[in-house]
């Protein structure tokens, strides 16, 4: 699945109502990560939404040099180190970068 070519995979954390990046009311219960590539898709539930949870399942489903795609959220900011192709998007200010063309929605 995800540790396969060289395409574009997006991610996104969201167990949010009307809770744009933490803002506003927060909903009780895990949240939902998810890793998509093309339209082969996987969900996580995660209790925690911290580089100590996240990470180890990117290194696990996805190959090393995976393209990923992401929001601007801290706990992704080591990707390119640990040797993926990262590409952010600002979610305040685009839906995709209008240089890299980074999303996290399809």
Same mark, same amino acid.
């Given at each position: 699945?995800?540790n396969?070519?060289?395409?574009? =995979?997006?991610?996104d +954390? $969201?167990?949010e109502?009307?809770n744009?990046?933490?803002?506003? /009311?927060?909903?009780?219960? #895990?949240w939902?990560f998810? =890793?998509?590539?093309? +339209? $082969?898709?996987?969900?996580f539930?995660?209790?925690?939404?911290? /580089?100590?949870?996240?990470? #180890?399942?990117?290194?696990r489903e996805?190959?090393y040099?995976?393209m990923?795609?992401?929001?601007e959220?801290?706990n992704y900011?080591?990707?390119?180190?640990?040797?993926y192709?990262h590409?952010?998007v600002?979610?305040?200010?685009?839906?995709?970068?209008?240089?890299?063309?980074?999303?996290t929605?399809?």
């Amino acid at each position: 699945m995800l540790n396969g070519d060289n395409a574009p =995979l997006s991610e996104d +954390s $969201d167990a949010e109502q009307e809770n744009n990046r933490n803002h506003g /009311r927060r909903i009780d219960g #895990p949240w939902v990560f998810g =890793l998509k590539q093309d +339209s $082969d898709c996987q969900y996580f539930w995660v209790e925690w939404r911290d /580089r100590n949870t996240l990470i #180890p399942i990117i290194e696990r489903e996805c190959a090393y040099g995976s393209m990923i795609h992401s929001d601007e959220w801290p706990n992704y900011s080591n990707l390119d180190a640990m040797g993926y192709q990262h590409f952010t998007v600002n979610h305040q200010q685009h839906f995709m970068d209008p240089v890299t063309g980074a999303h996290t929605g399809n």
